[in-house]
């Protein structure tokens, strides 16, 4: 190819259709090798034409890499339909915008800004809830998207100019031939005796097939497109978290995979929380890992470059230690956060993240303020937690109609006398709206401390304690100190016999 194109260059009259025709190659090559060749016969392109038309040409030639980014949507059975694009960006979807195609259904999505990088999104048409149909868009890429049908799916459907989607599709075909020809093989090995000829020919064959999808994973492993990271998702799903369940040494292997993720792409690749969810497993109480989550995820975080990323992966892993009460997790994850001052102006639950850290364990309880009810009026006092006069103090943070809470509540009724016979003084704070509700529920306790200020999460004992779901309890020693928190009884009576 290389020797055709330097005869084209050094016979072609017109300099202008050999840089046409390069830039052509270029979309098919899908590398930079057709630059190299302009460079290699730059001489006798200049004695064609004069230095100001050569770089013109040349200048037409590059701005294949410099144009904006755009997508060409050819879709005949969609005429006079709006086309909308949306990025898949963590558990999130994001608008990259819309398009109105025209009476033959076609029309130019010209992005305003670049995607800072390549990922998967999603093609929709409105009005046309059937129609879903991913794709990657890459921003060196301004791709054309065709499909003469009605349903739009990968096997009728063509994306012109797009190495990306060229390797995916092509990558992801074979690795499922490659693995279905490895299923057969081995469920027809298990009907011959391994002394059997045929047995033989199709142990050979396996470890062809084996080499030939070592290879393709070689190859995919180094690539640089967004493609291949991808499909490294889509292997690590398949071939090392879906055995994290099976015992500790798998386990090993998630760890040490969780560590290594690239987060700033699997934010692009749709399988954000897939991944992240798998990986948890690796963590939980009967793993050697346990209570190294938050030290693995603070790691993570040095790398990610991202800060979208950076704040995305902080609430997935926050909703993470909050779900499984990894306390000491959250802890290392807070601390590392505030140390490293990336965020300026956090929102919502990360600003409550972070206010939490004023009330960890072997800290001073923030004091109580307590809402009194009397009629149609309301007196409100402040409690020092040094000043509960109780050996232990339980404060329980509720919601009525949360089913948890709802099992908590019960526990700490059935288990009342037990915790009183510790010196444990139980105070609970309602997320409650409506006073009937509250009432209610707070009729059944056996305690007297109950306080609601019908405020829900922003009552200020919630804010004060930095309260990110219910229920939610802290156990204070005498001098107010906290000692424990914990979101069941169980972890309590586990205490209590301690």
Not at 81 to 87: L, Q, R
Not at 282 to 304: C, H, M, W
Not at 473 to 493: C, H, P, S
């Amino acid at each position: 190819m290389s020797t055709v194109l330097e005869k084209i260059i050094k016979q072609e009259q017109n300099p202008y259709k050999v840089v046409l025709f390069i830039k052509g190659i270029i979309y098919e090559a899908y590398n930079q090798w057709a630059y190299l060749l302009i460079y290699k016969n730059y001489k006798v392109l200049m004695k064609k034409m004069n230095l100001k038309n050569f770089f013109i040409g040349f200048v037409s030639f590059t701005s294949l890499q410099l144009s904006a980014q755009e997508l060409t949507l050819n879709l005949s059975q969609y005429p006079n339909k709006n086309a909308i694009i949306v990025a898949i960006h963590g558990i999130r979807k994001d608008t990259l915008g819309k398009v109105q195609l025209d009476q033959n259904g076609k029309g130019v999505l010209v992005f305003k800004n670049k995607q800072a990088q390549a990922g998967l999104v999603n093609l929709t048409i409105k009005d046309k809830a059937y129609l879903s149909y991913d794709f990657v868009l890459s921003p060196s890429e301004s791709p054309i998207l065709i499909c003469d049908m009605e349903y739009v799916y990968p096997q009728n459907t063509k994306i012109l100019h797009s190495p990306e989607n060229d390797c995916l599709d092509r990558w992801f075909k074979n690795v499922v031939q490659y693995k279905q020809k490895i299923s057969i093989n081995q469920e027809l090995s298990k009907l011959y005796n391994p002394e059997d000829l045929f047995f033989k020919n199709l142990t050979i064959e396996k470890q062809m097939v084996e080499k030939q999808l070592q290879r393709l994973t070689d190859t995919i492993s180094q690539s640089n497109y967004f493609a291949a990271k991808f499909m490294k998702f889509k292997l690590a799903q398949e071939e090392i978290l879906a055995k994290v369940w099976e015992n500790n040494e798998q386990r090993t292997i998630a760890k040490n995979y969780f560590t290594q993720i690239d987060f700033d792409s699997l934010y692009c690749s749709s399988m954000w929380f897939a991944i992240i969810n798998s990986c948890i497993e690796a963590y939980v109480k009967e793993s050697p890992y346990y209570q190294t989550f938050g030290a693995d995820v603070v790691e993570n975080l040095k790398r990610i470059k991202n800060q979208q990323v950076y704040e995305d992966l902080i609430d997935a892993t926050s909703s993470v230690t909050e779900k499984f009460d990894w306390n000491k997790d959250e802890e290392v994850i807070v601390d590392f956060i505030i140390k490293d001052d990336r965020i300026k102006n956090p929102k919502e639950k990360l600003l409550k993240l972070l206010q939490s850290h004023t009330v960890f364990i072997g800290k001073k309880g923030p004091d109580l303020v307590l809402t009194n009810l009397s009629g149609n009026k309301s007196t409100t006092t402040v409690l020092k937690t040094d000043q509960l006069n109780s050996k232990y103090s339980l404060l329980v943070f509720y919601k009525s109609d949360c089913g948890h809470c709802e099992t908590a509540l019960a526990g700490l009724k059935s288990n009342y006398q037990d915790i009183v016979s510790k010196g444990i003084k139980i105070i609970t704070f309602a997320a409650d709206t409506e006073q009937e509700t509250y009432k209610t529920t707070a009729a059944s306790f056996p305690w007297k401390d109950n306080y609601c200020t019908f405020d829900g999460l922003s009552s200020v004992n919630f804010k004060n304690y930095a309260v990110l779901g219910t229920p939610t309890m802290f156990l204070l020693d005498n001098e107010g100190i906290i000692i424990e928190k914990m979101a069941t009884v169980e972890q309590l009576l586990t205490w209590m016999k301690r």
